[in-house]
């Protein structure tokens, strides 16, 4: 029998149509190759903002994870980060505990006692504490919520009235459910705010924890008069991140952020935009647009607009035939990423990506224009045979594919500080020549 990765073209997946994409590309279809390249990805606190980091980015706050050892452990290289000293603590469940559930009946316990030892150790007493729990309890069916009420009721009479006790998911199990785990630690993080006077000239962005840098999607906000504008992780104190309370209009930059922002306006009367994160400059002068129009503010991009076409436009002259294979362990969606590149007129040979049904859309336009463009799933077990000798790339995007194809410059493009905009597609295209560039010398 030959081995080879299973892989589907752009055609053949535009003619199976949304209803029809092949379960080869769905993870939730079968079984799971965990391979270098898909770590962080299977793993919701393996590494970057998984939801780990994710709740910890509420100021002063704690965490106490419940899990057995197994999942617990992968937290320790984060715990080793001098910014999460005496943030991160563990509750680990024993056999026992897996069969009848009685580590649920310890938690408030060991929040006091997680509180006593930071007291005691002349540490500031946290606001909130941040529960992380794991698949065990989604396959017991625990009420969290309810979990997270008892132990907050546990605290008063015991001087740590008034902090806060909230769920955080690590469900892998759920990561392709109406609420995967990213998306419930965001309105978690949110839900923490309470009803406050609006200020006309504030606003929030929301979605990313690590704060926008350098992007011009600043400098609007600020020459349109915008006084406050509010990251949750540029917020130092508690009370400063209670001040997101009071902005006029939340900035949703990532889709996983939907469902908190629309909490957010139902609760707090805050109502929400959503830019996508894209590297079309056209699509993201559209949506520049549409910002000043509904925000009522003027914004002029036609500078920075013309600084990221000049830098695509360099990259095309000195490349004029480059291919890239990309990969979704990247600050970017795989797939209109490759779309934009082939837009630009570049190739782009391969994706690994797994193919939700709501990337469809990315998927029909590439096939348009370039109908060969094989698309791989990171998780699909024959991903094993996968072999770079097939490939016609000479630079690839994302640590995953840097994984699959090691000889080929690549650029991982997956820092913690996440690209926006033409900022975005500008750094992005001048990393790319820097990395041919230094291939070549």
């Known amino acids: ?133 794991t698949c065990v309890d989604a396959l017991l069916g625990t009420d969290m919520d309810r979990v997270c009420r008892k132990a907050e009721d546990a605290l008063t009479g015991g001087g740590f009235e008034g902090v806060k006790v909230r769920p955080c998911y690590m469900y892998a199990l759920t990561r392709e459910g109406r609420r995967p785990p990213m998306v419930h630690v965001r309105q978690t993080i949110y839900s923490l705010l309470e009803p406050m006077e609006k200020d006309p000239r504030s606003v929030n962005i929301i979605g990313g924890f690590a704060p926008l840098e350098n992007t011009e999607l600043i400098t609007y906000l600020k020459s349109a008069g915008i006084r406050n504008i509010r990251q949750i992780s540029t917020c130092k104190t508690y009370e400063e991140f209670l001040q997101m309370a009071s902005a ?33 400059t056209d699509k993201i002068s559209s949506q520049y647009k549409a910002l000043a129009s509904v925000a009522g503010i003027d914004i002029t991009d036609s500078e920075e607009k013309a600084e990221a076409d000049e830098a695509v436009n360099k990259l095309k002259a000195a490349y004029p035939d480059l291919t890239f294979n990309i990969g979704e362990c990247t600050n970017a969606n795989a797939f209109e990423l490759a779309l934009s590149l082939v837009r630009m007129g570049f190739k782009v040979d391969e994706i690994y990506a797994t193919l939700a049904p709501e990337n469809f859309v990315y998927v029909k336009n590439l096939a348009m224009l370039s109908p060969d463009t094989k698309i791989f799933c990171n998780m699909e077990p024959t991903m094993l045979y996968y072999k770079i000798s097939s490939s016609k790339a000479q630079v690839t995007v994302g640590k995953d594919a840097k994984f699959y194809c090691p000889d080929i410059p690549n650029i991982a493009w997956n820092q913690d500080t996440r690209p926006f905009g033409y900022q975005g597609v500008r750094d992005l295209m001048n990393k790319v020549f820097e990395a041919l560039k230094e291939a070549e010398a």
């Open 248 to 280: 006029n209009f939340n900035i949703v930059i990532d889709p996983e952020a939907r469902a908190a922002a629309e909490d957010m306006n139902k609760n707090l009367n805050i109502p929400y935009i959503e830019l996508t994160r894209v590297y079309s």
């Open 1 to 133: 029998m030959k081995h080879e990765a299973v892989f589907f073209t752009a055609e053949e997946i535009l003619k199976r149509g949304k209803a029809g994409i092949p379960d080869e590309l769905l993870s939730g279809k079968n079984l799971v190759y965990s391979s270098p390249a898909t770590l962080a990805y299977n793993s919701p606190g393996a590494e970057g903002f998984g939801v780990k980091r994710a709740g910890l980015s509420v100021p002063e706050s704690v965490m106490l994870i419940v899990a057995p050892g197994c999942c617990g452990r992968n937290t320790s290289l984060i715990s080793s980060m001098p910014e999460y000293k005496n943030r991160f603590f563990y509750l680990e469940m024993s056999e026992p505990d897996l069969v009848t559930g009685r580590h649920l009946n310890k938690i408030p316990d060991a929040i006091k006692e997680v509180l006593a030892f930071l007291k005691d150790n002349g540490k500031k007493i946290p606001k909130v504490v941040m529960i992380c729990i």
